[in-house]
């Protein structure tokens, strides 16, 4: 399975300003996705980032305020915008190894805590 | 559109009991279901997966887990649990040929010493 890592790890940040979350994967993958876990919540995806096109972004979430970026092939970036003590989560990357069967590796995550 | 279930809240076993964790998913085609596991500060490992074929499927870290189509239910099982097992864990379901995961509200497992 691929070996994915986002940076960074943790941050805590100020209200109003931006956080960009990388995610690195260790080999060359179509599909990525990013996640929301709020607190003691499951799983929310934000959008799915295809290469070479624009971000498919799901209901509640928009590009303005989680704009992204899918340069190529193993790399994606998440920008949380405007931030607010709400966007407390753990942000995570995940890749498609599957496409068939929608099997998805994850990133570690990172923690961000919003004051 | 899918949906998962995870009854279970939180879950309290001692080391060495087995474990049953319930997974019951809505979906109107073949599912395709997988567990994860999250350990405290971590990601998402993969645990087990079910494509198709046997029902019955084997994963990491001894853990086993069994499709039934009739009960639309995927539930995770461990003949005896370690004191690392303590993690929260999380049933998904995949939607195919839209390609997205959708997520339980996880069980969080407890082991006693």
């Known amino acids: 399975s691929a070996v994915i890592s986002q940076k960074p790890s943790r941050d805590i940040c100020q209200r109003g300003t931006s956080l960009t979350i990388q995610c690195q994967v260790d080999s060359q993958v179509t599909m990525m996705f990013w996640y929301r876990q709020q607190p003691g919540q499951s799983l929310t995806l934000i959008a799915t980032a295809n290469q070479g096109s624009e971000a498919t972004y799901e209901s509640g979430f928009v590009i303005d305020k989680f704009p992204i970026s899918r340069p190529n092939l193993t790399f994606s970036t998440l920008t949380v915008s405007n931030m607010s003590p709400e966007d407390s989560s753990i942000y995570l990357c995940s890749v498609e190894e599957n496409r068939v069967y929608n099997e998805q590796f994850f990133g570690p995550g990172t923690r961000l805590t919003v004051l | ?113």
Not at chain 2, 72 to 100: I, M, T
Request: hydrophobic letters at 35%.
């Open chain 2, 1 to 113: 559109a899918q949906s998962v279930t995870q009854p279970d809240i939180h879950i309290t076993v001692s080391e060495g009991a087995s474990l049953e964790l319930r997974c019951n998913y809505s979906y109107g085609a073949t599912p395709y279901l997988f567990w994860y596991v999250q350990s405290p500060g971590q990601g998402l490992q993969l645990l087990l997966k079910y494509f198709s074929g046997d029902t019955l499927v084997q994963g990491i870290k001894g853990f086993e887990a069994e499709f039934k189509r009739s009960q639309s239910s995927f539930n995770l099982r461990k003949p005896s649990v370690h004191w690392s097992d303590a993690a929260e864990y999380f049933c998904a379901v995949g939607s195919g040929s839209a390609r997205q995961l959708t997520f339980g509200s996880g069980t969080q497992l407890t082991v006693l010493p």
